[in-house]
């Protein structure tokens, strides 16, 4: 055994070590527990814990390093997740990695000389609506601008120096990003012992851009919604429902446009999101909650099934497979022991809905759990949750914890004589872990690397037992099935995609947020009607599904409904439900690029089609978009497409090359126009940009000079300026600073 003089004490271990002793599948969990007691996995805990495990030090230093969300190095007292997921990209979160490295100095991993910042950047935070988004240590930042940013870091350095009547304040992460919580808290302090009315604590509705939102509820009518609410406006609220009288509030009162962004959606996974308070059993029960599983428990196992198999219910986490056959070849599988698992790693960059339903709705969850685990005889389900969600993980603790108190998870539910049970397990970071066989391998405390298939899961799958595995979003529309029926589910969508779908919208977009449609609404009624339309008069150009895995859907198929065959007929795929939103200014080979790059740091490297294949694709597209690349390039471009498509081990690396052949198909102009002409037409592209001014629009008002980190730009007061193209780093600063438009991009 390697020994250590350092002074970390590692008797702190000792709680975490008794807790797992028996349990060799939870070399994830302990690091997870040891990082948070010490803020980093220091070589004496890898050594310490490889012992009393059992296991290799080059064992847990694999698992240790395999995982973005371990630390090897002592972290700042602040820990900055900057987001790059594609909604921020096309937001402009390189701009806010300027400012970050500007005021801090520091780069992608990295610490504050003083120890009070550290940066690290992440593939997505599932705050897409919010875009671009940061998280610090657990509180979410949205809508950052360069300056913003700047200001959260300094305030932060300074900080180291009743009559029935219901308020509920939404606090999701956009909620509580944007205030919720500090308006909950303050609305709750202007309360006396007299006020009859209460202040609870809901989910997001799905209105993201409106957040906070607050709704005044009387019994089961909600009275008003008021939006972008803040702690100033909180003795207000709270005067007003003591009058009941709520004139002074109207400013603050949702307009009817804004309004029809719910009316023209039909919400079934996300029925009770922003109605129940997620904290609450008793509140979800009075919403008809644990009725379904009642029912279920009173049917034969091979009678649910049947149900799921005449809905239609496909899986909603992106393949688009029947759910019904999952569970019955699970139910036939031999043995006694079978496992459920609930994929709630949300890995794709651009989405956010499986997030909103745990943090608004966990009892779903859980209840629809519960009723898989009976109709497949499995006793023991997980729920593997990204450990970015912070606000999830807490509220499934809480349902989880309730649900066994009221004995609704545990020995004999119902007093059927059915028992069951769910445990949570945290990922740690690896987007390759959101396929299932990957996933199943890390919750045995393992690299989180696929499995070939057959055997397929419901035969072989966690631990060697026949096992399922549903997305969220699958999970959370069955009870609803089970309660109305599953001709009534049926009836929604259309003949080969039945039900509803949810999106996270996000991008350029005026309405971000969460909408669920039915099955086959068209893509032009999701992003006109629902959400607004594009900002600025800008032109739609394109819309990108499936994340790292789908398509861009060009603005020739505004019109095409939406179903997993219409997608798939067209280059893309439904994925998990992100739905990002592109206009004229962005470059579709700088998109995906984008993906590439996020796909070669995510391959977990097992297959060599992936692992190289994806490289190669990256160093072609990188080259194109510096203007160094011929047209045999491209040639080659396509043909590594097929190739790492045809030979990947898994769906994830398989699905890689979509983003680029999307874009091929629908945008090979502008890859002609970056090879042919060395030009970027949508000015994105640095290599291929240059920033000028226009002396005859120029005032001589020195702002551009003064704003450029670089001092490229060059001239006297009221004359006109030149910009040194040599110092020039095409930040855009000077443009976007400029008051007469005379700075332009070409």
Same mark, same amino acid.
């Given at each position: 055994m390697t020994e250590f003089k350092s002074g970390v004490d590692l008797s702190l271990m000792e709680g975490?070590? #008794?807790?797992?002793?028996?349990?060799?599948?939870? &070399?994830? /969990?302990?690091?997870? %527990?040891?990082?948070?007691?010490?803020?980093?996995?220091?070589?004496? *805990?890898?050594?310490? *814990?490889?012992?009393?495990?059992?296991?290799?030090?080059?064992?847990?230093?694999?698992?240790?390093?395999?995982?973005?969300?371990?630390?090897?190095?002592? /972290?700042?007292?602040?820990?900055?997740? &900057?987001?790059?997921?594609?909604?921020?990209?096309? =937001?402009?979160?390189?701009?806010i990695r300027t400012a970050i490295t500007q005021e801090l100095g520091i780069h992608n991993g990295e610490t504050t000389e003083d120890g009070m910042f550290t940066l690290n950047e992440?593939?997505?935070?599932?705050c897409c609506s919010l875009a671009p988004v940061m998280m610090i240590n657990g509180d979410t930042y949205g809508n950052l601008t360069p300056e913003k940013t700047i200001k959260i870091l300094r305030q932060l350095r300074q900080r180291e120096a009743g009559n029935g009547i219901r308020?509920?304040?939404?606090?999701?992460?956009? +909620?509580?990003?944007?205030?919720?919580?500090?308006?909950?808290? *303050? &609305?709750?302090?202007? /309360?006396?012992?007299?006020?009859?009315?209460? *202040?609870?604590?809901?989910?997001?509705?799905?209105?993201?851009?409106l957040e906070p939102i607050v709704d005044i509820y009387e019994g089961e009518q909600l009275l008003h919604r008021l939006v972008r609410v803040t702690e100033t406006d909180a003795l207000g609220i709270v005067e007003a429902v003591r009058k009941k009288d709520f004139s002074k509030l109207e400013a603050m009162f949702i307009s009817d446009e804004d309004a029809r962004f719910l009316k023209k959606q039909k919400r079934v996974a996300l029925r009770n999101c922003g109605v129940v308070d997620p904290t609450s059993i008793d509140d979800y029960i009075n919403h008809a909650g644990y009725q379904a599983l009642d029912k279920a428990l009173n049917m034969k196992p091979e009678e649910v099934i049947e149900e799921i198999k005449v809905s239609g219910l496909a899986g909603r986490g992106g393949a688009g497979f029947p759910t019904w056959f999952k569970w019955d070849a699970a139910r036939k599988a031999e043995g006694e022991q079978k496992h459920l698992i609930c994929n709630a790693d949300e890995g794709d960059p651009g989405a956010f809905m499986d997030r909103s339903v745990?943090?608004?709705?966990?009892?779903?969850?859980?209840?629809?759990?519960?009723?898989?685990?009976?109709?497949?005889?499995?006793?023991?389900?997980?729920?593997?949750?990204?450990?970015?969600?912070?606000?999830?993980?807490?509220?499934? %603790?809480?349902?989880?914890?309730?649900?066994?108190?009221?004995e609704l998870l545990g020995k004999n539910i119902f007093g059927t004589g059915f028992d069951f049970d769910i445990d949570l397990r945290l990922g740690a970071g690896a987007f390759v872990c959101g396929e299932e066989t990957a996933l199943m391998t890390s919750i045995?405390?393992?690299?989180?690397?696929?499995?070939? #298939?057959?055997?397929?899961?419901?035969?072989?799958? &966690?631990? +060697?037992?026949?096992?399922?595995? =549903? =997305?969220?979003?699958?999970?959370? =529309?069955?009870?609803?099935?089970?309660?109305n029926g599953p001709e009534w589910f049926a009836s929604m969508g259309t003949e080969k995609s039945k039900g509803t779908k949810v999106f996270a919208l996000g991008g350029k977009i005026n309405n971000t947020g969460l909408v669920e449609v039915p099955m086959g609404t068209t893509l032009r009624t999701v992003i006109e009607e629902i959400g607004?339309?594009?900002?600025?008069?800008?032109?739609?150009?394109?819309?990108?599904?499936?994340?790292?895995?789908?398509?861009?859907?060009?603005?020739?198929?505004f019109d095409i409904p939406i179903d997993y065959d219409n997608l798939i007929a067209i280059g893309s795929m439904m994925g998990s439900g992100g739905l990002i939103v592109m206009d004229e200014d962005d470059c579709m080979v700088d998109i995906a690029k984008f993906f590439l790059e996020f796909t070669v740091e995510e391959s977990c490297g097992k297959c060599t089609a992936c692992r190289i294949g994806t490289k190669r694709m990256l160093e072609i597209l990188t080259k194109i978009t510096k203007g160094q690349a011929d047209m045999a390039d491209l040639d080659k471009l396509e043909e590594l497409c097929y190739y790492v498509k045809n030979n990947s081990l898994c769906g994830l690396g398989q699905t890689a090359p979509n983003p680029v052949l999307s874009t091929l198909r629908y945008f090979r102009d502008e890859y002609e126009a970056h090879i042919k002409e060395k030009r970027c037409p949508a000015g994105v592209c640095k290599a291929l940009l240059s920033y000028n001014i226009d002396r005859d629009k120029c005032r001589g008002c020195t702002l551009c000079a003064r704003t450029c980190p670089a001092g490229a730009i060059i001239g006297s007061v009221k004359n006109p300026h030149i910009i040194d193209q040599n110092k020039c780093i095409k930040c855009g600063a000077c443009m976007e600073k400029c008051k007469f438009g005379a700075i332009y991009k070409k």
């Open positions: 975490v070590l #008794r807790q797992y002793q028996e349990d060799a599948t939870s &070399l994830i /969990m302990i690091l997870q %527990q040891a990082q948070s007691i010490y803020g980093y996995l220091p070589q004496e *805990v890898i050594y310490h *814990v490889a012992q009393r495990t059992g296991n290799s030090p080059a064992k847990v230093m694999g698992v240790a390093t395999f995982y973005s969300y371990f630390r090897l190095q002592p /972290m700042g007292t602040y820990q900055i997740m &900057l987001c790059d997921g594609t909604a921020c990209h096309v =937001n402009g979160s390189e701009r992440v593939a997505c935070l599932g308020i509920l304040v939404g606090q999701g992460s956009c +909620g509580v990003s944007a205030g919720a919580a500090r308006a909950a808290k *303050v &609305l709750a302090g202007h /309360m006396t012992a007299t006020d009859s009315f209460t *202040v609870e604590t809901t989910g997001c509705i799905g209105m993201c851009y745990l943090e608004g709705d966990p009892h779903t969850i859980l209840e629809a759990m519960t009723i898989a685990g009976y109709a497949v005889g499995a006793h023991q389900g997980y729920i593997y949750v990204r450990a970015e969600y912070p606000i999830a993980v807490e509220r499934l %603790q809480i349902a989880i914890k309730q649900a066994r108190d009221m045995e405390g393992k690299r989180g690397e696929p499995r070939p #298939r057959p055997p397929f899961p419901a035969q072989k799958g &966690l631990f +060697g037992k026949p096992s399922i595995l =549903n =997305n969220v979003e699958t999970y959370a =529309n069955i009870p609803q099935i089970i309660l607004g339309g594009i900002p600025g008069g800008k032109k739609f150009k394109a819309a990108q599904t499936g994340g790292p895995s789908g398509g861009c859907i060009p603005a020739e198929h």
